[in-house]
């Protein structure tokens, strides 16, 4: 017990307790360590309890480092976007302890894939679109973090959209590791049904529309006289351009595979198996 007439004190938060800066070391810090560290533990694993080269084993301990840090975006994005959005807060200039969690988890999520990209070949794309991506995703978070801006974008965008890609990451380890999906046929069809439904729902049909506040937003922003820098707001117009075209064509491609199936057409992946 304290001494009497003092009064405790309260207790120290445990590890970490989040805050709407940028960047939050501690949350930045933990998980890249976090992604990088299980990304080693599972490579070195395949490599000890299985045949696979350096080459695929990076590809198996990269599916569940970024399965991981897919679930951990999609979390934040529902909870900062659907189940406790940010009451009356400022679209373009206000803070939020969800917006900077989403800010500071995509910067640490796109240094890892950026990485990885450079190790494995095969993790770039075949015109280098995917480090592409991520670069550019990259940049922005880190703009968005360093001028406080559009932090009630960052939980859709750096959070809720990624909902697709944990499917998407059991698609790419199909393709990484030919045959397994004759193994595991419910689970490979399953992943891209999923991935299919919730890509078109979300990065097709829902994603213009919050691109269209996104404008509106940012559009008055620009003329105020107190506005943000003028690069960091043309930056997130040209990204959200170039992310935007990227997710027509993307779903372009989606839709054209559904017609296909439909068709009864053999998938070219399924061929290759």
Known sequence: M???GTVPAPAAAFLWE????????MLLGSACAFLFAVHAIVWVLLLLLTKQGAAQAHLGAHFVSTFIGFIALAAVGVQGWVLNPPPDMDRTRGTSVVGAMAVNGMVAFQTYEVILAVIAPRLRGKHFEMIGHHVVTLVLAVLGGTHQYVYYYAPFFFGMSEISSVPL????LFKQ???LSKSYPILNELSRNLFAVSFLALRVVYWPYVCYIFWTD??????????????????FWVANILLTGLQFFWGSLIIGKVIDMLKGKPDDEDKED
């Open 2 to 4: 304290g001494r009497k």
């Open 18 to 25: 989040p805050s709407a800066v940028f960047p939050d070391t």
């Open 169 to 172: 990451t059991f698609i790419d």
């Open 177 to 179: 590791y030919k045959g």
């Open 218 to 235: 940012s559009l008055i922003e620009v003329r105020k006289p107190d506005r943000v820098a003028l690069y960091c707001i043309v930056a």
